[in-house]
């Protein structure tokens, strides 16, 4: 798999509109015929979430409550009794 950047030509070239026209575009495929298509600046525009500020902390400490904290099975008739339902 390679991934590439282009840029949308200035009339919608590869037929995704006008509103991409002049924009950067990352071209990946991801297997032979299938191609994943992303566009921002760089950071793909689905992606600039995680670079702002402070989330490096905040999913630091995500990652590391999901370590400590692993998957069990639920007890939905403890849960209903503690709802109070």
Sequence with gaps: MSATVKMVGVSGQIYLGKEYAGKLVMLDEVEPGVWLLKSGAFVPDNERWLHEPGMKETLDRAIAWAESNPPAESD???????LGA
């Design 76 to 82: 939905i008739d403890a849960l209903i009794e503690q």
